[in-house]
């Protein structure tokens, strides 16, 4: 139970973050959360959207280069301590973290944190052992 | 102004073409007997060296390259028996194996007298304490110009390339008073003085002679002001002999080629054709006089001009301009030769990845910097952060490793770069040379 990540590479220089968005802009597309890691030369530009296919095929046709990553998401509990819980539990199980984001999902009050872990397989299955909710794409995307 | 050998260096121009033409006939009969790369040149146009009537015959004969050089590594070019050798040199060798140069006895006794020519062309006497802060090794400059200062009588600091606080405080005990280095280094010399608050005044510096790469008028005055000497150019490369085969006067409007050894031709890097006097192309040299290793319309790649109007020292000899560039695309980078082509490899071989690329050359506080621009494409782009990073780093490892200088590098979107009919622009030199 996996969720899609769009990636895109993003030379640091004014505008590209704007013509990243205005392109799965035009194309009808929603951004549900992101991320920017960044380097002073360039960014890695992470997204989550309603319809990673057709971002993938937009922002290419627009000459970014651009990637497809198998993330996971995890609901996490909206209060003090949510995040440290889930962390503790993946370092116990020594599970190590990539990288992660989170966002908060406005209708059911609950924050999602999108992970990337270095072993994806095994996230997948300790995950539910630890008693951590995974999150399914639809609804991510459709929210 | 003292010249040092006035007999040949102020040479009538007529008894000097009689001259060439005796040694250039010398040349060709020794390396048509003895370099078999050379006899079969020469058979291959049906030419033999009792053909040679006159200097323009020369340009009969076809050129050397640093391909050829290469093809016949490392002693298939030399024209005596190896006990005749007695020092060995080579080029860089960026571009794959070095070029091997050898000298026998009297060419290294030509080199000195050569040196020793341009040094007290640029003022350098007996009286003189000369700095030599170019690196000992297989390089032809240092020990170039240091039997040459010492033929002139002056003493002879060999401190070699690096470490330049002991070199200022060598240069301030020892009174060195003539300093040889690249030009690049002088300028990293005087930020140092700058910044450790030594006052030139307190020096005992007054020339400079400065080689092994390309500079600029305005990089010579910045190196007079700063360093208060007065700076002069000198040329030659290892494959002809290494510093020497020309060198400036202190009228300073071109470097006099010591034409009774040399002889130079200008010629269109295209086509091959020889030029009018005047024209700007590429110096073609052949040696006239040297024994070991002698070269026969050898391309140095070089483009210039050559002056024959009479220069206000009273030295006969030819003057050339200022390298103002190279037919090939060859850089000079920290005095390193790199060839883009080198890089393209190295890209090339990451992850079989073929990505554009441009070549960014500046000149930041005096050092040469070197940036490679890769475009990005799907096989180098990592969503990992960590693996990107990685990636930049180990094309930088092999850079270094491949080059033999240090590189930058810089990953940019595809398509950033521009294309010209197709063909991409892979160099910019900001370098104001």
């Known amino acids: 139970m996996t969720v899609q990540q769009i990636s895109v590479f993003i030379e640091n220089k004014t505008g590209r973050l704007a013509e990243v968005t205005r392109v799965i802009g035009n194309a009808g597309i929603n951004i549900r959360a992101l991320s920017l890691a960044d380097t002073s030369d360039f960014g890695i530009l992470r997204l989550i959207v309603d319809s990673p296919d057709k971002a993938l095929q937009v922002l290419k046709e627009d000459g970014f280069t651009v990637s497809k990553t198998e993330v996971i998401a995890v609901e996490v509990p909206d209060r003090p301590k949510g995040l440290n819980g889930i962390l503790e539990k993946l370092d116990q199980a020594g599970i190590n973290v990539e990288y992660m984001y989170a966002f908060v999902e406005p209708n059911g009050g609950e924050a999602i944190i999108i992970f990337r872990f270095d072993d994806i397989q095994r996230a997948l299955e300790m995950l539910p052992e630890m008693d951590v909710k995974l999150v399914k794409s639809d609804k991510i995307f459709s929210a | 102004m003292k010249i040092w050998d006035p007999v040949h260096e102020c040479m009538d121009r007529e008894a000097l073409r009689e001259l060439q033409l005796r040694r250039l006939k010398q040349t060709l009969d020794r390396v048509y007997h003895n370099v078999p790369c050379y006899q079969q040149k020469f058979t291959d146009i049906g030419f033999h060296p009792d053909d040679l009537q006159t200097l323009e015959d020369l340009q009969r004969l076809p050129f050397t390259d640093k391909e050829d050089l290469r093809r016949n590594y490392p002693y298939g070019m030399f024209a005596v028996p190896m006990k005749e050798v007695v020092r060995i040199h080579s080029s860089s060798g960026t571009t794959g194996k070095p070029t091997v140069v050898g000298y026998s006895r009297r060419d290294l006794d030509t080199w000195t007298e050569l040196v020793a020519r341009f040094m007290t062309a640029a003022g350098v006497t007996a009286e003189d304490i000369v700095h030599i802060a170019f690196g000992y090794g297989l390089f032809t400059g240092a020990f170039g110009l240091h039997y040459g200062a010492e033929r002139i009588g002056a003493s002879v600091i060999p401190i070699s390339s690096g470490n330049t606080d002991k070199q200022l405080m060598i240069m301030h005990d020892y009174r060195s008073s003539a300093l040889v280095c690249t030009p690049s280094y002088a300028l990293t010399m005087a930020d140092r003085m700058e910044r450790t608050g030594l006052d030139p005044q307190s020096l005992d510096l007054r020339v400079g002679l400065f080689g092994a790469e390309p500079w600029s008028e305005e990089m010579r005055r910045e190196i007079e002001r700063r360093l208060e000497i007065v700076a002069t150019d000198n040329y030659g490369l290892s494959e002809v002999m290494g510093p020497g085969v020309a060198g400036e006067c202190l009228c300073r409007r071109g470097m006099h080629i010591f034409e009774d050894h040399f002889l130079p ?106 940036e490679v621009r890769v475009e990005v494409n799907e096989k180098i782009f990592f969503d990992e952060m960590k693996q990107q990073k990685a990636f930049v780093e180990a094309v930088e490892k092999r850079l270094a490793s491949t080059l033999g200088v240090g590189a930058r590098v810089k990953l940019v979107e595809p398509a950033s770069m521009p294309r010209h009919e197709g063909k991409a622009v892979r160099v910019i030199d900001r370098r104001k040379l």
């Open chain 2, 265 to 370: 031709e200008i010629i269109d890097p295209e086509t091959g054709e020889v030029l009018p006097p005047g024209s700007v192309g590429e110096l073609v040299i052949t040696s006239l006089t040297k024994e070991a290793f002698p070269v026969v319309r050898y391309r140095t790649r070089d483009i210039t001009r050559l002056d024959y109007a009479p220069c206000d020292c009273g030295r006969t000899m030819v003057r050339m301009q200022k390298t103002m560039g190279r037919s090939d695309d060859m850089l000079i980078i920290k005095g390193v030769n790199v060839f883009p082509t080198q890089i393209e490899e190295v890209l090339f071989q990451m992850e079989g990845c073929e990505p554009h690329y441009q070549l960014i050359v500046d000149r930041v506080n005096n050092v040469d910097t070197l």
